[in-house]
């Protein structure tokens, strides 16, 4: 941890150990009795509550990272359930009685609403959801989650003789050969479905804990809390489910008309699960890096060439102990970018196994650490983060941006256009995928009661409205429980249609820096960025010069550009 800076308040020690309750407990106390009678003496009181909360956040990120990174360490299993059951409870209390402290204060001592808005409002929704029986369905939410994690972090496949994480088997589903895909594909399926019952037992286990939730605040149902919560205060359900229904109008025919050219590529009758990531023309498997150290440091180069702004950032990250990037055996599955807050230093956690789909990754995960690097010298640890529509917006964005410059991992122009194509046909992909996971979500919080059929049938339903041209004959349980793989489901459910939002976002960035050169749709990028959450979700989209609109005729277009840019790429 290092030392106070111009940026940290001096109130909370330098050492101090968060994950120590007794000692936040005397900090919280303080704050909670202090006398407050002028503007400035607020300001003081929300920056030092802003280094409390930093450190009781930065106590969780390391536990909670030691536990993904070594998911079969029971030394650091053990020390994050212990968090999770002794010290975030008091947290949650502590935060709330700040909480209607700051509202009080707020009420009695005007601040420039310029500045302070965004962070009055949110508070105040975050006081008024809560309740203390909540905590301790929470608590065991969080240790739910946390053996998701486990069980996922197990699975290995045993395949040509060596012990591989699913992650690795993903080279496999690439071979030309069509036998060998579809030996891996079935191996890969065959291992998770032995943990279907015991993935489907621990869901059940935790709908009723997100339902008395829902219902201890008041409100009819989860999605209704989820949607408080999340601060989605631009826009609702209803909007959510206008957006999948344009999903289906605009963007599954042009994912019907990829998956046919696939079909004849191939010269299949038609497509299997195990066709589906294999070159069409029958090239052998990307290989864009090594190993997670040839990954970064490619990236690096990227970033340098895109932006020298970027490319400063990226490489403070690849100099310090922010990446573990590599997959191995009892790492927890998917990637994520970490803000440990106190140090206000990003980690970025990913399975890379060599392949093009860890070069998105590593971009993505990457835009996210730029977010939060740009955010650090705001001295509201409120404002270093923002809703997730935008902060999804900073990650997907890189995924397209650094297009230009893929030549770094790909030398060979074949390659790099294959890569490029493999990007925008994966945006194609994401939107019906983020409409099905969406949908499906706000099903299950809606129908309280039902039961596990129930639920595969309506997995099946949207499976039917939102799926690629897949043949999935004698395959009827490997699709029904294929939604076991989005951790986000277990772990931070009703957390998807951001996604979908924010790709339109990092479309319009793309579609900018075509018709305008790269150079303005980077400098509103980084504008937009280093907002931090001090403005709405609107706001922050008009800082990035883009438009907040999931409407069907902003998809229409960016669809259609897309379209015109594979059509390109393919002749």
């Not at 990174?69 to 209390?93: I, K, S």
Request: a negative charge; charged letters at 30%; aromatic letters at 8%.
């Amino acid at each position: 941890m290092p030392g106070a800076g111009p940026h940290q308040s001096p109130f909370v020690p330098v050492d101090l150990d968060a994950g120590a309750p007794e000692r936040v407990e005397t900090l919280v106390h303080a704050l909670l009795h202090r006398a407050v009678h002028s503007a400035a003496e607020l300001e003081r009181w929300l920056e030092d509550r802003s280094e409390l909360d930093a450190a009781c956040s930065e106590a969780e990120a390391v536990r909670y990272i030691a536990m993904t990174c070594r998911t079969d360490d029971a030394g650091a299993n053990a020390e994050y359930e212990r968090f999770v059951r002794e010290t975030l409870p008091h947290f949650r209390r502590w935060s709330h009685a700040l909480d209607v402290r700051q509202n009080l204060l707020a009420g009695r001592i005007p601040l420039d609403p310029r500045r302070y808005a965004v962070l009055q409002r949110d508070v105040s929704a975050e006081a008024a959801l809560f309740r203390e029986e909540n905590i301790p369905l929470q608590t065991e939410l969080a240790a739910l989650g946390q053996e998701y994690e486990q069980i996922l972090g197990a699975m290995t496949v045993e395949y040509e003789g060596q012990e591989r994480t699913m992650s690795q088997m993903g080279a496999f589903l690439e071979d030309p050969d069509r036998a060998a895909r579809e030996r891996a594909w079935r191996a890969i399926a065959a291992r998770r479905l032995r943990d279907k019952d015991r993935l489907e037992g621990l869901f059940d286990r935790m709908l009723p804990l997100r339902a008395a939730i829902a219902r201890n605040a008041g409100l009819p149902n989860y999605l209704e809390h989820a949607f408080r919560s999340k601060r989605r205060f631009d826009y609702n359900p209803a909007d959510c489910a206008r957006f999948h229904a344009s999903i289906e109008r605009v963007v599954m025919p042009l994912v019907r008309e990829l998956d046919e050219r696939r079909r004849l590529a191939l010269r299949l009758e038609t497509v299997r699960p195990w066709d589906a990531a294999v070159d069409p023309e029958g090239a052998a498997p990307l290989r864009p890096f090594t190993d997670g150290h040839d990954l970064a440091s490619k990236a690096a180069e990227v970033f340098r060439r895109l932006d020298p702004r970027l490319g400063g950032l990226m490489e403070e990250l690849t100099s310090g102990d922010a990446l573990d990037l590599d997959s191995r055996k009892g790492k927890a599955p998917g990637g994520y970018q970490y803000m440990r807050d106190r140090s206000r230093a990003p980690f970025i956690f990913m399975n890379a196994a060599g392949l093009h789909r860890d070069v998105r990754t590593m971009v993505h995960e990457a835009g996210h650490a730029f977010h939060s690097q740009l955010t650090r010298a705001e001295p509201l640890v409120h404002y270093r983060h923002t809703v997730t529509e935008f902060a999804e917006v900073a990650s997907m964005a890189m995924e397209l941006l650094t297009m230009a410059h893929w030549d770094v991992f790909y030398p060979n122009p074949h390659d790099l256009r294959r890569a490029r194509r493999e990007q925008l046909e994966g945006v194609v992909f994401l939107l019906p995928w983020v409409a099905t996971i969406d949908a499906f979500q706000a099903w299950i919080y809606t129908h309280e009661g039902h039961n596990p059929a129930d639920r595969r049938a309506e997995w099946m339903r949207l499976h039917d409205a939102f799926g690629r041209v897949v043949d999935w004959s004698g395959l009827d349980d490997e699709c029904a429980y294929s939604w076991h793989r989005q951790p986000h489901l277990f772990t931070s459910p009703l957390y998807y249609v951001e996604y979908g939002i924010a790709q339109l976002g990092a479309l319009q960035l793309w579609l900018r820096s075509l018709d305008e050169g790269p150079r303005a749709a980077l400098d509103d990028y980084v504008r937009a960025l280093s907002l931090g959450g001090t403005r709405t979700l609107p706001e922050l989209f008009e800082a990035a010069g883009i438009r907040f609109d999931f409407g069907e005729g902003l998809l229409a277009r960016l669809i259609g550009a897309v379209r015109r840019e594979l059509s390109a790429l393919s002749d």
